[in-house]
């Protein structure tokens, strides 16, 4: 017999669902906010919208088959536009979809406390995969930046409290 | 369920264990399963040295196929942009219109006058460097791009550009402002293209530091920062000083502005070389538009007055299909070309002695190898127009030799009309 962890109170966890215009709208709308809007708001560089977005469906599916997907075609896409190497930011989000939707099916991610320290832990975890692949598989040099990830990690969380608050409104209860 | 228990297995036990652990470890191996594909195909990318070397079609498919499709929407959105932008500002907000042409008036006024003092000194080091044969590369031709995107990260520094194959772009353009160079072209698909900029980690450009003639490699070493590296510590460089490119790497073509130096410190780990910061010179935060470089022109300079001879020599030989060029008959022959002309020193003694007639024409020198030589009386100098073989000589082997002295005559002479038939030599 197995046990498993939660960390909920909840006696069920909700799984939610998508329609399939926003399954897709949302991740492109993400990706191009990413790559053209930046282009003239500078700042955005510093959030990772993909990403954000990858976690989203990943804890609101609680499913991490569809998560790792998730997160492996809009990592793809993203690279496409990064000019790295096709796969850099995939294997990162794949990773990434996987464990958050393990870990929603284990921990209340719905309120902003969770959420905050969730993306913070995330972005990080993203960060570190995304490196150990550059410089293990792709012979990358960049150096690692503490304090820019680190700044970056706790704006990320910040803004997936506002952005997953809003993105409530698109699921579909079964 | 039902199906496990109507097919019995061959190994009792092991089918339903494996069922089982399929069932049970399901997710993570589709985990490894897609981290595995992702894994082969990043390798397939890293093992392609060639899709990095210029020329070559190295853009991914799947990278050429998503930029085809997301292209046209962001250019949608760009045009919609500057729609709005320009109606607004070329027809609602005019105010201060007036002021500013005036001063753009006195600005041209002032630019005309020190375009004039500029050509003077351009025309002198051209004829100096046409001394020296120097060999120069330059911009030949250029496309001017819209940036329309960027990388979306701070990770790489690449631009995305509307102007892909089809407009002529190539892999390992150059990619310039007129303040100074941005990038090369890394990716091309059909309708857009990505550029490396020069402070990305993985660029680099010759450069040569301009005050002190110090070569050295600009590369971006992170953050957006530019450093020139391969400098020596026992070398002097001064803050302030101009870089621009050497023209050494065969993409970025000699003379362009790259920054200037804005530190100078001895290597933090006690290496031989300085950490040389730079500013680039173009503002490659704020990209708006950039000009690539489809043509790089590599010619040897000549001077001004080279120009004209040349092609009189050519319109004769072609207005003059009987016209032969026999070397024996050039060597010894100072006679000249055209009866009117007279003697080589004749001709040369004025601008205006039978400057209407084409032999005399074809009489001017051919300075650029008199530049390079230094013998104007050379008689195996060979005539660049072909003509057919004639017995009677050559008017421009005629004069190959003798008035090489003085281009300025002959550049007036070619613009003459060449009459249609000549006049014959004397014997």
Same mark, same amino acid.
């Given at each position: 017999?197995?046990?498993?962890?939660?960390?909920?109170?909840?006696?069920?966890?909700?799984?939610?669902?998508?329609?399939?215009?926003v399954?897709?709208?949302?991740?492109?709308l993400?990706?191009?906010?990413?790559?053209?809007?930046?282009?003239?708001?500078g700042?955005?560089?510093?959030f990772?919208?993909?990403?954000?977005?990858?976690?989203?469906?990943?804890v609101?599916r609680?499913?991490?088959?569809?998560?790792?997907?998730?997160?492996?075609?809009i990592?793809?896409?993203?690279?496409?536009?990064?000019?790295?190497?096709?796969?850099l930011?995939?294997i990162?989000?794949?990773v990434?979809?996987?464990?958050?939707?393990?870990?929603?099916?284990r921990?209340?991610?719905?309120?902003?406390?969770?959420?905050?320290l969730?993306?913070?832990a995330f972005?990080?975890?993203h960060?570190?995969v995304?490196?150990i692949?550059?410089?293990g598989?792709?012979?990358?040099?960049?150096?690692?930046?503490?304090?820019?990830?680190?700044v970056s990690?706790?704006?990320?969380?910040?803004?997936?409290?506002?952005l997953?608050?809003?993105?409530?409104?698109?699921?579909?209860?079964? | 369920?039902?199906?496990?228990?109507?097919?019995?297995?061959?190994?009792p036990?092991?089918?339903?264990?494996?069922?089982?652990?399929?069932?049970r470890?399901?997710?993570?191996m589709?985990?490894?399963?897609?981290?595995?594909?992702?894994v082969?195909?990043?390798?397939?990318?890293?093992?392609?040295?060639?899709?990095?070397?210029?020329?070559?079609?190295?853009?991914?498919?799947?990278? @050429?196929w998503?930029?085809?499709l997301?292209?046209?929407?962001?250019?949608?959105l760009v045009?919609?942009?500057?729609f709005?932008?320009?109606?607004?500002?070329?027809?609602?907000?005019?105010?201060?219109?007036?002021?500013q042409?005036?001063e753009l008036?006195?600005?041209?006024?002032?630019?005309?006058?020190?375009?004039?003092?500029?050509?003077?000194g351009?025309?002198?080091s051209?004829?100096l460097r046409a001394?020296?044969?120097?060999?120069?590369?330059?911009?030949?031709?250029?496309l001017?791009?819209e940036v329309?995107?960027?990388s979306?990260?701070?990770?790489?520094?690449?631009?995305?550009?509307?102007?892909g194959?089809?407009?002529?772009?190539?892999?390992d353009?150059?990619?310039?402002?007129?303040?100074?160079i941005?990038?090369?072209?890394?990716?091309?698909?059909?309708?857009?293209?990505?550029?490396?900029?020069?402070?990305?980690?993985?660029?680099?450009a010759g450069?040569?530091?301009?005050?002190?003639?110090?070569?050295?490699?600009?590369r971006?070493?992170?953050?957006?920062?530019?450093?020139v590296?391969?400098i020596?510590?026992?070398?002097?460089?001064?803050?302030?000083?101009a870089?621009?490119?050497?023209?050494?790497?065969?993409?970025?073509p000699?003379?362009?502005?790259?920054?200037?130096?804005?530190?100078?410190?001895?290597?933090?780990?006690?290496?031989?070389?300085?950490f040389?910061?730079?500013?680039?010179a173009?503002?490659?935060?704020?990209?708006?538009?950039?000009?690539?470089?489809?043509?790089?022109a590599?010619?040897a300079?000549?001077?001004?007055?080279?120009?004209?001879?040349?092609?009189a020599a050519?319109i004769?030989?072609?207005?003059?299909?009987s016209?032969?060029?026999?070397?024996?008959?050039?060597?010894?022959?100072?006679?000249?070309?055209?009866?009117?002309?007279?003697?080589?020193p004749?001709?040369?003694?004025?601008?205006?002695?039978?400057?209407?007639k084409p032999?005399?024409?074809?009489?001017?020198?051919?300075?650029?190898?008199?530049?390079?030589?230094?013998?104007?009386?050379?008689?195996?100098?060979?005539?660049?127009?072909?003509?057919?073989? @004639?017995?009677?000589? @050559?008017a421009?082997?005629a004069?190959a030799?003798?008035?090489?002295e003085?281009?300025?005559?002959?550049?007036?002479? @070619?613009?003459?009309?060449?009459?249609p038939?000549p006049?014959?030599?004397?014997?």
């Amino acid at each position: 017999m197995s046990y498993t962890i939660s960390l909920t109170s909840r006696e069920d966890i909700d799984v939610h669902r998508f329609s399939w215009p926003v399954s897709i709208a949302i991740p492109l709308l993400a990706l191009f906010i990413q790559v053209f809007v930046s282009r003239r708001l500078g700042f955005i560089k510093i959030f990772d919208l993909p990403l954000l977005v990858t976690i989203f469906f990943a804890v609101a599916r609680r499913r991490p088959v569809p998560g790792l997907i998730t997160g492996a075609a809009i990592g793809t896409l993203q690279d496409v536009f990064a000019g790295s190497y096709i796969g850099l930011n995939g294997i990162a989000k794949t990773v990434i979809g996987y464990l958050a939707s393990s870990l929603g099916v284990r921990i209340d991610v719905d309120n902003p406390g969770s959420r905050f320290l969730m993306t913070l832990a995330f972005c990080l975890v993203h960060r570190i995969v995304y490196m150990i692949i550059d410089i293990g598989l792709v012979g990358g040099t960049e150096p690692w930046y503490w304090g820019h990830t680190l700044v970056s990690s706790v704006a990320n969380g910040l803004l997936a409290v506002l952005l997953f608050a809003g993105m409530d409104r698109l699921k579909q209860r079964p | 369920m039902g199906r496990r228990g109507s097919a019995p297995s061959a190994f009792p036990g092991v089918g339903i264990d494996m069922e089982n652990f399929f069932t049970r470890y399901k997710n993570p191996m589709v985990l490894m399963a897609v981290i595995l594909i992702q894994v082969v195909a990043l390798a397939t990318q890293v093992k392609r040295p060639d899709s990095r070397t210029p020329g070559s079609s190295g853009t991914p498919l799947i990278r @050429s196929w998503t930029m085809a499709l997301f292209t046209p929407f962001e250019r949608t959105l760009v045009a919609t942009g500057h729609f709005f932008r320009n109606t607004w500002h070329n027809y609602i907000d005019l105010h201060d219109v007036r002021k500013q042409n005036r001063e753009l008036q006195d600005e041209l006024a002032r630019l005309r006058l020190e375009q004039v003092r500029l050509r003077a000194g351009a025309d002198e080091s051209q004829r100096l460097r046409a001394l020296l044969d120097f060999k120069e590369r330059f911009v030949g031709q250029t496309l001017a791009a819209e940036v329309i995107g960027t990388s979306g990260t701070d990770l790489s520094r690449i631009i995305q550009i509307d102007k892909g194959s089809r407009a002529g772009v190539k892999q390992d353009m150059a990619v310039i402002t007129p303040d100074g160079i941005v990038g090369k072209v890394k990716d091309v698909s059909s309708l857009s293209s990505l550029v490396l900029m020069i402070n990305d980690r993985e660029s680099g450009a010759g450069v040569i530091l301009q005050n002190s003639r110090l070569h050295g490699i600009l590369r971006g070493v992170g953050q957006g920062e530019l450093q020139v590296s391969d400098i020596m510590s026992d070398e002097r460089v001064d803050t302030g000083e101009a870089v621009v490119t050497s023209g050494g790497d065969g993409v970025y073509p000699k003379g362009l502005p790259a920054g200037t130096v804005t530190k100078v410190a001895g290597d933090s780990e006690g290496g031989p070389f300085l950490f040389v910061k730079i500013k680039p010179a173009a503002n490659l935060e704020r990209l708006e538009e950039v000009l690539i470089v489809t043509k790089v022109a590599e010619e040897a300079p000549v001077a001004a007055g080279d120009s004209a001879p040349r092609r009189a020599a050519e319109i004769l030989a072609e207005r003059l299909p009987s016209v032969s060029k026999t070397p024996d008959n050039t060597a010894g022959n100072k006679t000249p070309a055209n009866g009117t002309a007279g003697p080589a020193p004749v001709a040369n003694s004025g601008p205006t002695a039978t400057m209407n007639k084409p032999a005399a024409a074809a009489a001017t020198p051919k300075s650029k190898p008199e530049l390079k030589t230094g013998d104007a009386s050379t008689p195996a100098r060979k005539p660049k127009a072909p003509a057919k073989p @004639s017995p009677t000589p @050559s008017a421009d082997d005629a004069a190959a030799g003798d008035n090489s002295e003085t281009p300025q005559p002959a550049e007036k002479k @070619s613009q003459q009309p060449p009459s249609p038939e000549p006049e014959k030599p004397p014997r």
